[in-house]
């Protein structure tokens, strides 16, 4: 059965975005040859699921709706589903699928198109929150970014306590600290 997996980048202080619900922070922090890795992750992901926040910002830093080439270095032809109470731009030729309310509401849909493959949550905190709530979150993934921002978007704005979360497994690449636990049902 495929895992629901949250990979995302952090600050030190638990932030994956500021006030504004920019990334720009994680950009200035030097990378390392966690590439191929990454790679390996990525080919063992059948579905990507999202926010509409982290999607906008996607769609606007990369100028996606005017240049679609450049989705597949993303994200691949995987299907992509937006969680999303707005109207939204889509990326012509990406398989872009905006859906509304629970992970639960849309769960069977989701595994459906995952297929063997894993699930990846790629943003926001919330979301990911949501399928933690539902019992559908097995892996947390977090790269920790030697940078503080006091405030904006959290990692997790959950409490998810040391009885759901067992450290599997801890390493450093370049400036990142990466953590990853697996998720417990509540």
Do not use: C
Request: a negative charge.
């Amino acid at each position: 059965m495929p895992r629901v997996i949250y990979n995302t980048a952090t600050t030190l202080d638990g932030f994956l975005a500021d006030e504004h619900d920019s990334l720009d922070w994680l950009f200035v922090v030097e990378r390392g040859d966690g590439a191929a890795e990454f790679d390996v992750f990525l080919e063992g992901v059948g579905v990507i699921v999202q926010g509409s926040t982290t999607y906008e910002w996607v769609l606007e830093h990369e100028d996606l709706v005017t240049h679609p080439e450049k989705w597949p270095g993303f994200y691949g032809s995987r299907p992509t589903y937006v969680f999303t109470t707005r109207e939204l731009p889509s990326v012509p030729g990406a398989d872009v699928r905006f859906v509304s309310g629970t992970p639960q509401k849309h769960w069977d849909e989701i595994m459906a198109a995952a297929g063997d493959r894993d699930v990846w949550v790629v943003g926001g905190g919330d979301l990911a929150g949501q399928f933690a709530d539902a019992g559908l979150l097995d892996e947390l993934r977090v790269s920790v970014a030697p940078a503080t921002l006091g405030s904006g978007r959290s990692l997790l704005p959950r409490v998810l306590g040391a009885d759901r979360l067992r450290l599997q497994s801890v390493r450093q690449n370049a400036q990142f600290a990466e953590l990853v636990y697996a998720v417990s049902r509540p």
